[in-house]
């Protein structure tokens, strides 16, 4: 393919993607697919020979699509939201198009230097505290990770290694196997697996910290399995705090846990992946207050702030304890700029080499949509989750589950986890809308998140007429077999 049949192929292709985004409510929302569906239709083998642009082309519809879930269409309710918009995607055709490997600044310096700058553009959007910007001569700073998981086990190891140092100044004899086998991480019973998976990889011990009525981490749930632990012998090191639990979007205590994890020289991540994005909204940054007392913090615009995956957007308040903690310096990778202190080599802050040049996106998107488009984004998707509960709410037969904060509801039949799971199963197996459940305790929870860009009032009303239909078949159904037994 040379360039002139890049351009007509690249139209095709953008026209192609438009209607795929414009008409998506048409197409069913969960594939029809088994497992294996795809080896039968394509060649055992890569083509000798060259195909043509046609021939891959017309094997989208006919290939791929089929096994597609449609993450984008209106009546996907599951998991988190994924962003995407038509500037994003553009600014991502650039990034692919320009190709550079930015692992250091010399590698590109506008790759490296536009991350910075956009990492403090969005850092003072949810108002960060000034010492996590970069700033002109800040000791912080921003940095984009591949995800949240990403940015957690990040923190993890940079912690690791700073606790290292510190007890072996001060116990020399002390050798770092010995340290290691005696460090400990916590998090709440609700974060994330990929907390616990970070410190798998980081081998240390984890330990969850039990969460209270309202699926959230206090103070004195931390401070007392901190205190345990040191009468144990243990070192604990590590604290991630959750802003907007997966399961159901609960809210770790940081104006307890703060004072607690400074106190007791814990180094405090806060993994916000999806919440994040909603502290652009002055109503909504309460709920990150406490955060000057973290180490670092990062959330995920690429959940929902229209900026397609990946973005996740890390920030630390001392960039020397990263660099510290993954600086290797080989001659192939130095440049005359690197000792002038006036330059990033990001790749310093992260786990590989190499990084596209994914701030284009923020850059792309934060101009076009404005801080106030972004806002009335987030705004509508939780007046919709509003909605939402409010027509459940009004059903006797249903009961919310926990706090509505956001986009997300956590609803189910009033009855046996049983009873629930044979509603999730018609509700998926209709595949007119998506849901994914959770645990929240002993009980089996439907989460209904709001996540595509398009997604308006008609969808949720739809959804719910549609739930409730397949609610009040199921309850006739079970009270007919229950009757028989």
């Known amino acids: 393919m040379d360039a002139a049949e890049f351009r007509k192929r690249g139209k095709e292709m953008v026209d192609y993607v438009a209607d795929y985004l414009e008409k998506i409510e048409k197409r069913q929302v969960f594939p029809d ?95 960060l505290p000034e010492e996590f910007l970069a700033g002109k001569d800040g000791q912080g700073g921003g940095v984009i990770q591949g ?15 700073k606790t290292i140092r510190q007890v072996q100044s001060e116990k020399p004899e002390l050798t770092e196997t010995e340290i290691m086998g005696r460090l400990v991480a916590y998090a709440s019973d609700q974060a994330h697996s990929s907390v616990e998976r970070a410190a798998l990889i980081g081998a ?55 004072p607690i994890c400074n106190k007791e020289n814990i180094w405090m991540h806060i993994d916000a992946a999806y919440a994040g994005s909603a502290f652009i909204c002055p109503e909504f940054r309460h709920l990150l207050n406490g955060v000057e007392f973290a180490d670092s913090f990062n959330f995920n615009p690429h959940k929902w702030l229209l900026v397609n995956f990946d973005c996740s957007a890390m920030w630390v308040k001392k960039r020397s304890d990263l660099i510290g903690a993954f600086k290797l310096e080989p001659l192939y990778l130095q440049h ?24 284009l996106k923020l850059w792309f998107v934060l101009r076009m949509y404005g801080v106030k488009g972004l806002q ?25 589950c926990a706090e509505v904060v956001l986009g997300l509801v956590c609803f189910r039949l009033k009855g046996s986890n ?53 609610a009040t078949d199921l309850l006739k159904t079970w009270e007919q077999n229950h009757h028989q037994q």
């Not at 038509?86 to 010399?106: E, Q």
């Open 33 to 127: 697919v088994e497992p294996g569906y795809l080896r039968p239709l394509i060649a055992d083998c890569a083509p000798q020979d060259p195909e043509s642009f046609e021939d891959v082309f017309k094997d989208i519809e006919k290939i791929i699509m089929p096994g597609v879930t449609h993450w984008h269409s209106p009546y996907f309710f599951a998991y988190f939201p994924a962003a995407s918009s038509f500037p994003a995607l553009l600014a991502d055709m650039l990034c692919g198009g320009i190709g550079c490997v930015g692992f250091s600044w010399a590698a590109s310096p506008a790759c490296t230097e536009l991350e910075t700058v956009m990492l403090d553009w969005l850092g003072k959007m949810v108002n």
């Open 147 to 161: 995800s949240a998981s990403e940015a957690t086990l990040i923190a993890l190891l940079a912690a690791r290694t």
């Open 204 to 258: 240390v011990k984890i330990k969850n910290v039990p969460s209270d009525d309202t699926f959230s981490v206090c103070g004195s749930a931390l401070k007392k399995v901190l205190d345990e632990d040191k009468a144990a012998g243990l070192i604990p090191f590590f604290f991630c705090a959750t802003l907007g639990t997966t399961p159901c979007c609960s809210f770790d205590k940081l104006l307890e846990l703060g």
């Open 336 to 359: 005359h700029h690197q000792e002038s202190g006036l330059v990033t080599d990001y790749r310093h802050w992260q786990i590989p080499l190499g990084r596209r040049f994914r701030s």
């Open 376 to 400: 009335e984004h987030i705004r509508k998707h939780i007046r919709l989750s509003h909605q939402f509960e409010h027509l459940i709410l009004q059903d006797e037969r249903f009961e919310i």
């Open 418 to 470: 049983e009873l629930n799971e044979a509603l999730l199963k018609s509700i998926n197996d209709a595949k007119k809308i998506h849901l994914v459940p959770c645990h929240l305790r002993e009980k089996f929870v439907l989460r209904f998140a709001i996540c595509s860009r398009t997604v308006e009032s008609t969808h949720i009303k739809f959804a719910w007429q549609h739930i409730s239909q397949l």
